[in-house]
Each structure stands twice: as C-alpha cells, then as structure tokens.
C-alpha cells in the first residue's frame, strides 16, 4: 500500500476532508507539520476524495442481484470448502480483486462514509438544522476617489484602488484561496503553503504562496502583474501557458492583440498610487484628466482645449486637488474653477 492509499483508507482523514471541524483540522495541521515530507501526498488524497461522487458508484438493487447470482454460482461450480460460509468469503475475496483500484479505494470510502454518516447526521440535525454548503460571497468596491484597505478571511492584505472591485468567499476552503479582481489592487499575502492564492482577473489566474504583487486591469489595452517580494505563477485561463515572475519583474498582457511579455518595472511608479503619490510621466491632456478623474472624483470641463498639447511630468503626494491645479497651472498656463464634483479648465 502507497502512502497516499493508506491516507484513503484511513476514516479520520476521509472523514475531515468530507466534513472538517475544529478538533480533526488541529490534528491534521499538527499531523502535517510533523510530517513536512507527506503534505503533497495529502494534497493528492484530498483531491480524490472530493473528486469521487459516492451515489454514482453505488449500485442499484439489480447490479447487487446479479452479482450476488454470479457470487453463488461460482460458489457451487468450485471445490467444496469446509463449509459454505468460507466458499462466499472465497468468491466474495477473488471478485474483490478483480475490480479496479479505483473501485478498492471507493469501497473503501464508501464504508467509512457509512460508519460516519449516522453520528455526521445527528450533529448536524441540532435546533440549528443542517449546516449549508452554499459558499456566501464577499464584495468590496470603490468608486472613483476612493481607496479601500481590506484584511481578507486568511489575514492575507488588500489595498483597492479607486474604481476597482475585489470578489471574495466568505471563508476560504481547506484547498485554494481564490478571489476575483476587477480594476487595480495590491496584495500582501500570509502564508500558507497548503492553500495557494488565486486571483482571476481579465482571463488571468495569478497563484501565490506568501509574497507581495501589484494587478492592474483599469486599462482597456493593458493588463499587468507586477511582483514585489516572494514568487507567482500566472497562468491564462483559455491558453495553456504559465509564466513566473520574480521579484522586479512585470507581466504585460495586451488585451487587444493578445500579446503577452516579461518586463522589469519601476517599484515607485507601479505603487505611487499605494503611497498616495501621483506620477505623471511625459502625459498628455487627456491621460493627465483621466487620472485626475479617478483620483479624486471628479469630472472635468475643458474649454478652447482643441489645440492644447501636452508633455506633462510631476509628481505629487497627498494633495488635495486645488494645490494640485494650482501648481500645475503655472507650468501649464490655464485657468480652473472647482465646483463641487466639477472642474472647469480653461486655456
């Protein structure tokens, strides 16, 4: 018997993998820390038992009725035994050997499942009735101005930029932790080498450990995957590619041609946002009042702006938006009128 039949075959390991409570995940968490070498074999143990749907092995009355009757007529063509209850322990023995591993390990299972199944049953059919399955979903979302930290179910950290929406369980399950991003965000991720981290975002999978990286899919052109510390893989969900970063590099994906490449990445432009910092880089008008827009809320007004070319570099922390203006007008030369939500430039 390998090591991961004799995980099968033990009942108080199928037993937390099917329906977990507090005391069996500290004796399996205290089990696996003791036994470094033996986590991917209880990774794969746990992938079959949740994989096996019990009601589909399970045979119906006339699957049983036939092979009982082949049971009983191999039973009396064969030798006699000492008495008839060891000719069918005989034939029951040889039939059992015959069939597929698999079926071994679903037998098997399907015992331990029976022996739990009553006691599983009157647990859980207390005043506060059956306990449900249905996953309860989490969403966190800003809008344009705002940002949002978020301390995940796993104590795993979250920084939400402005215009973005973080989709999350609840409570994580015992394999993966997996969420969905739409917009910016940057991630510091606790460690728990049992259960990878997962972030889907634009048909884009990003698997971490424990390690820090930035995912930005605001633009309609381009998606990136920035690594701060630690390792990711990305994978593509349509595409059978992975690709891992290290520390300082930056995944590009060009969502329109589908391209995707490598590249190192400037740390204080890709986490300016994080620190309250606005980078501009030789931006022009338009890309200038876009990330105005987002930053602080608001919506622009350009008059006599037609001709207006732009070559924009600057950089500023925590500056409420007049100051901004203000500096920029200067160099600039425009006049600007805040009006609530509104601002008014004029050239």
Same mark, same amino acid.
Request: hydrophobic share 40%.
């Given at each position: 018997?390998?090591?991961?039949?004799?995980?099968?075959?033990?009942?108080?390991?199928?037993?937390?993998?099917?329906?977990?409570?507090?005391?069996?995940?500290?004796?399996?968490?205290?089990?696996?820390?003791?036994?470094?070498?033996?986590?991917?074999?209880?990774?794969?143990?746990?992938?079959?038992?949740?994989?096996?749907?019990?009601?589909?092995?399970?045979?119906?009355?006339?699957?049983?009725?036939?092979?009982?009757?082949?049971?009983?007529?191999?039973? /009396? *063509? =064969?030798?006699?035994?000492?008495? %008839?209850? @060891?000719?069918?322990?005989?034939?029951?023995?040889?039939?059992? +050997?015959?069939?597929?591993?698999?079926?071994?390990?679903?037998?098997?299972?399907?015992?331990?499942?029976?022996?739990?199944?009553?006691?599983?049953?009157?647990?859980?059919?207390?005043?506060?009735?059956?306990?449900?399955?249905?996953?309860?979903?989490?969403?966190?979302?800003?809008?344009?101005?705002?940002?949002?930290?978020?301390?995940?179910?796993?104590?795993?950290?979250?920084?939400?930029?402005?215009?973005?929406?973080?989709?999350?369980?609840?409570?994580?399950?015992?394999?993966?932790?997996?969420?969905?991003?739409?917009?910016?965000?940057?991630?510091?991720?606790?460690?728990?080498?049992?259960?990878?981290?997962?972030?889907?975002?634009?048909?884009?999978?990003?698997?971490?450990?424990?390690?820090?990286?930035?995912? /930005? *899919? =605001?633009?309609?052109?381009?998606? %990136?995957? @920035?690594?701060?510390?630690?390792?990711?893989?990305?994978?593509? +969900?349509?595409?059978?590619?992975?690709?891992?970063?290290?520390?300082?590099?930056?995944?590009?994906?060009?969502?329109?041609?589908?391209?995707?490449?490598?590249?190192?990445?400037?740390?204080?432009?890709?986490?300016?946002?994080?620190?309250?910092?606005?980078?501009?880089?030789?931006?022009?008008?338009?890309?200038?009042?876009?990330?105005?827009?987002?930053?602080?809320?608001?919506?622009?007004?350009?008059?006599?702006?037609?001709?207006?070319?732009?070559?924009?570099?600057?950089?500023?922390?925590?500056?409420?938006?007049?100051?901004?203006?203000?500096?920029?007008?200067?160099?600039?030369?425009?006049?600007?009128?805040?009006?609530?939500?509104?601002?008014?430039?004029?050239?």
């Amino acid at each position: 018997m390998n090591k991961v039949e004799f995980l099968l075959t033990n009942p108080e390991f199928v037993r937390w993998v099917r329906y977990p409570d507090k005391d069996l995940d500290t004796y399996w968490k205290n089990w696996m820390e003791a036994n470094p070498e033996r986590v991917e074999d209880i990774k794969s143990a746990r992938e079959i038992v949740k994989g096996i749907q019990f009601e589909e092995i399970l045979p119906n009355v006339e699957i049983k009725d036939e092979v009982l009757a082949k049971i009983l007529k191999e039973t /009396n *063509t =064969k030798e006699k035994e000492s008495s %008839k209850d @060891s000719q069918k322990k005989k034939s029951l023995i040889d039939w059992f +050997n015959q069939i597929g591993q698999i079926y071994k390990v679903a037998a098997i299972l399907i015992i331990a499942m029976a022996m739990y199944l009553p006691n599983y049953l009157h647990k859980n059919t207390s005043s506060e009735g059956l306990e449900s399955d249905k996953v309860l979903w989490v969403e966190k979302s800003t809008s344009a101005g705002e940002k949002l930290t978020i301390t995940l179910p796993d104590g795993s950290r979250v920084w939400l930029n402005s215009g973005s929406k973080l989709e999350f369980p609840e409570k994580f399950n015992e394999t993966e932790r997996y969420m969905s991003l739409k917009g910016e965000a940057y991630f510091e991720v606790k460690k728990d080498s049992l259960r990878p981290f997962r972030v889907e975002s634009d048909g884009i999978v990003t698997t971490a450990l424990g390690t820090s990286f930035n995912i /930005n *899919t =605001k633009s309609n052109s381009l998606l %990136k995957v @920035s690594l701060v510390t630690g390792k990711v893989r990305v994978d593509r +969900n349509l595409e059978a590619e992975q690709v891992e970063l290290i520390p300082g590099q930056e995944l590009q994906l060009n969502k329109i041609v589908n391209d995707l490449v490598v590249k190192n990445f400037d740390l204080e432009k890709v986490l300016a946002w994080k620190e309250g910092k606005i980078i501009f880089e030789n931006a022009n008008l338009s890309q200038v009042v876009e990330t105005l827009e987002d930053w602080y809320g608001v919506k622009f007004n350009l008059i006599n702006a037609e001709n207006v070319k732009w070559n924009f570099s600057g950089e500023y922390q925590n500056q409420i938006l007049d100051n901004l203006l203000n500096s920029m007008s200067y160099i600039e030369n425009f006049e600007y009128e805040i009006i609530g939500k509104n601002v008014e430039l004029k050239f």
